[in-house]
């Protein structure tokens, strides 16, 4: 017989409440990415759950790779459907507030010095993201090159090999070091990057524009627009499913175009 204070005895007597249902919970995820509304407003009216629940989760789906199988998963129906152009990628990073500080914040150069933090973004030809990160504000962005070079999955979707590395790499001046030419050239990539000093109206505008329209993407999230949580793995999981997000919609409209 059981003991009197046996937790399987009081779990046959009390089994809680049942655990919601992924697809409510992930609702709850996207209405908060989307509106930005904070986690205790999110209206339980709406079948979502609780904010805290939905908080939960997506903290144990990023902890398990779910955000980022999820990303890979719609770049490679991309790659089969033959939408990415690895004739080039471009890589620039972008500022956000960061009311609450916490992990990855700093001193941010462009506002005021008032706490905040940088996306950083490497997309391809035409503006799919293909890796993205998150660092404190007063971070160079010529520190996030190789990483992000680095953290480009391998894409599958169509025989042979999978593709990783873009033929070109287009950046500003602010990656205007001879030191990361060599390394970028080193990994089988040529770097196309603007020099510091030069007059502008070197013409990489027209190449490098699209991470800027990318940018404008992923901030139409109002979630990502300022950061508010402390926790930058939170923010991080955000980030990634607002890559996954723009895949699928780019993903979608080349299906439209081939049907």
Known sequence: ??????????????????????????????????????????????????????????????????????????????????????????????????????????????????????????????GIPLAASLTGGNRNDVTQLMPLIEAVPPVRGRRGRPRRRPDALYADRGYDHDKYRKQVRAVGITPVIARRGTEHGSGLGVHRWVVEQSFALLHWFRRLRTRWEIRDDIHEAFLSLACSIICWRRLTTVQRRHS
Request: proline residues 6%.
């Open 1 to 126: 017989m059981a003991a009197h204070g046996d937790p399987d005895r009081r779990r046959q007597r009390d089994p809680g409440r049942r655990r919601l249902d992924d697809r409510k919970v992930l609702s709850g995820i996207l209405f908060v990415l989307y509106t930005g509304i904070p986690w205790e407003f999110l209206p339980q009216e709406l079948g979502f759950g609780s904010g805290m629940t939905c908080w939960r989760r997506l903290r144990d789906w990023n902890e398990a790779g779910v955000w980022q199988r999820l990303h890979e998963s719609l770049l490679a129906e991309l790659h089969a459907a033959g939408a990415p152009d690895w004739s080039r990628a471009v890589i620039d990073g972008s500022h956000v507030g960061a009311m609450k500080g916490g992990p990855k914040t700093g001193p941010s150069p462009v506002d005021r010095a008032r706490t905040g933090s940088k996306h950083h973004l490497i997309t391809e030809a035409h």
